[in-house]
């Protein structure tokens, strides 16, 4: 295995809801290496989504150390893990979460609005990714205008987009049918097979699992075992 | 301004929406740019009234006429510069809606007083030529088409002549002006001769409606016109004198204090919409959580989120506003070009000030979304 892109350390997560704590995340433990595929799998509440958030800046911990592409990210401010998260991260989410005034190349183009990159070369570099998900013709469409797998191909560009270090997946496959979910798996894996990108995905399906090139169980906040190839 | 293409395109997400938003806020300040138009005609056009006109009425109501033997005591006093008088007439020209102010004035004195307002001589040699002459505001000969030499009849409501009839019929001898741009606050007005009117009316005789003192130092305006009451207190024909505007106002206010009660219905009503549509708008920031989440996933810092969302509610609200206070002033507009009864309305500074303030205040409050993790916002708790 090479060098760890993502190393998280005695990692506990506690959610309090009005008087009751919840301790989803128990002294848990993952290294995920460069160009990794990782599957995370395991029952609902089983913490594997609070996990991904946690590798993907969206949430701290309540102790311990999450280290993600050679930065300790668990005690950064809102602000610098936001700056972060836009040079390291690309999110893809079970429900696209497109935004859906705007077309599937503006859809893109979002992330670049925070680099100093002009206009046209926003829209160029836009041009690429989609062409990369196979979508280059639907550019002009609206995220109505388009099916769930079409949906999901303008996230993954826009998780691109700005070549992060990581793609981060919730369920990506989760609202689309099994030939879709295959297609758009079978993109991830050709992302990570050709363009050499570290994915952790979250996933309830173990036939989307079967495309990760490792699979960790997760069960009641902790690895259920040592990942499987 | 790279955010402007996703700033536009949010607030066109619900078109619907927008548009009624928009409608909303150009119905509300709409209402509150008619708002100086109530103001104005409540105040009778007053702001441009001279400082140094002093009015001088019948202390019980400006009604009740005032003997001539007043003029030489009110002239006498230091500080004085000329002293006019007026009767109202009350006339109506040709058709019952055809009615605007129209005064029996001394001619020289007239001339004298009023200098704000510019008479050609060779019209105002013409007005003292002749009994019937009359002359009118620039405002007043443009609203019926008059040129000098026009006949004009008048009904009075008031008086009669001697011969019981209440038709009168003058000429159009002059036509004024302003002698610079808004200086004379009477372009709507007509002035007949007072000898003419005094000799034929059938009563009242020797009365004046009021008196028009011009003084020479507005900063002495309350010791003149305390004196001038002094003079006649304890006599028959007691008087009350006050500034031009002030007498302007208290003869509006006859009437009720009708300004104070439809700036309370308009002001209500203007900020209720307000508040309406404050609501909505921050209803619909409040649907967007999960987007605004989404938004920060990508990089996007709490700031500029926030700042995003700000910038496209004062972008409605401005949009809105300026609409609204734009057909506003338009409305104005057309009501000081009908020659309607209606005084000049001028720019207000301070309804554009509440304007602004109501845009920037409504667009940043109503802007400001709640506190909320990206976890919270993407799970749509």
Same mark, same amino acid.
């Given at each position: ?30 290294? *995920? ?6 599957? /995370? ?9 609070? /996990? ?61 609005? /925070? ?115 | ?30 209402? !509150? ?71 029996? *004035? ?31 505001? #620039? ?74 003192? #011009? ?90 989120? !926030? ?14 506003? /300026? ?30 000030? =509440? ?12 802007? =400001? ?13």
């Amino acid at each position: 295995m090479s060098a760890g892109i993502v190393q998280i350390r005695g990692v506990t997560k506690t959610y309090t809801r009005g008087k009751q704590s919840v301790e989803v995340l128990k002294a848990l433990d993952l290294d *995920v290496a460069k160009g990794d595929f990782l599957s /995370l799998m395991g029952p609902s509440g089983s913490g594997k989504t609070t /996990l991904l958030n946690l590798i993907g800046g969206l949430d701290q911990p309540t102790t311990g150390q999450v280290i993600v592409a050679g930065e300790r990210i668990d005690n950064l401010g809102a602000s610098a893990l936001a700056a972060w998260r836009a040079r390291h991260v690309g999110f893809v989410f079970q429900f696209y979460n497109l935004m859906p005034m705007l077309t599937a190349q503006k859809n893109v183009e979002l992330p670049l609005l /925070l680099t100093n990159l002009s206009a046209s070369e926003r829209a160029h570099r836009a041009r690429i990714a989609l062409t990369v998900v196979g979508l280059a013709e639907r550019a002009t469409h609206k995220p109505n205008e388009l099916s769930g797998g079409q949906a999901q191909r303008v996230a993954i560009a826009r998780a691109l987009v700005a070549d992060p270090t990581l793609l981060v997946c919730d369920e990506p496959t989760g609202d689309l049918d099994r030939k879709t979910a295959d297609e758009i798996l079978g993109l991830l894996q050709t992302l990570n097979r050709e363009h050499g990108k570290t994915i952790i995905m979250v996933t309830h399906d173990p036939k989307a699992a079967e495309f990760a090139t490792h699979r960790v169980h997760m069960d009641k906040g902790a690895l259920a075992d040592e990942p499987t190839h | 301004m790279k955010f402007f293409p996703l700033l536009w395109a949010t607030l066109w997400r619900k078109k619907t929406r927008t548009i009624l938003t928009l409608l909303s806020l150009v119905a509300a300040f709409l209402l !509150l740019g008619l708002l100086q138009a109530a103001n104005s005609l409540f105040s009778g056009g007053t702001q441009r009234l001279g400082a140094n006109l002093l009015i001088t009425q019948a202390r019980v109501s400006f009604t009740s006429p005032l003997p001539m033997r007043h003029l030489s005591q009110i002239e006498s006093l230091p500080g004085v510069e000329v002293v006019s008088w007026s009767q109202f007439f009350g006339g109506i020209y040709k058709d019952q809606k055809n009615f605007f102010p129209q005064f029996a *004035v001394n001619a020289d004195r007239w001339i004298a007083t009023f200098s704000e307002c510019r008479l050609p001589p060779e019209q105002a040699a013409a007005w003292k030529q002749s009994r019937t002459g009359v002359i009118a505001g #620039r405002t007043l000969a443009d609203r019926f088409g008059w040129k000098v030499g026009e006949p004009i009849p008048l009904l009075s409501q008031i008086w009669p002549q001697k011969d019981g009839t209440r038709a009168w019929s003058f000429e159009l001898v002059g036509i004024f002006d302003d002698v610079t741009e808004g200086s004379c606050p009477r372009m709507g007005n007509m002035y007949l001769r007072y000898d003419y009117f005094d000799e034929a009316r059938q009563f009242g005789q020797g009365a004046a409606g009021i008196f028009v003192i #011009r003084i020479k130092d507005p900063g002495q305006t309350e010791r003149i016109s305390r004196e001038i009451d002094a003079m006649f207190e304890n006599s028959p024909d007691e008087t009350k004198t006050q500034t031009e505007k002030e007498f302007s106002l208290n003869f509006v206010r006859q009437v009720g204090n009708l300004s104070l009660i439809l700036n309370s219905i308009l002001g209500a009503v203007f900020f209720t919409i307000l508040m309406l549509t404050g609501n909505t708008m921050s209803q619909a920031v409040r649907e967007r959580i999960p987007e605004l989440a989404v938004l920060k996933t990508l990089g996007f810092t709490n700031r500029m989120v !926030l700042l995003l969302v700000i910038a496209e509610s004062l972008l409605i609200c401005v949009i809105g506003g /300026l609409a609204g206070m734009g057909l506003a002033t338009l409305v104005m507009q057309g009501l000081a070009q009908s020659g309607a009864q209606f005084p000049p309305i001028t720019a207000d500074a301070r309804v554009w000030q =509440l304007a602004f303030a109501s845009m920037f205040g409504v667009g940043i409050v109503v802007g =400001l979304p709640p506190r909320i993790s990206i976890v919270d916002g993407l799970s749509g708790r």
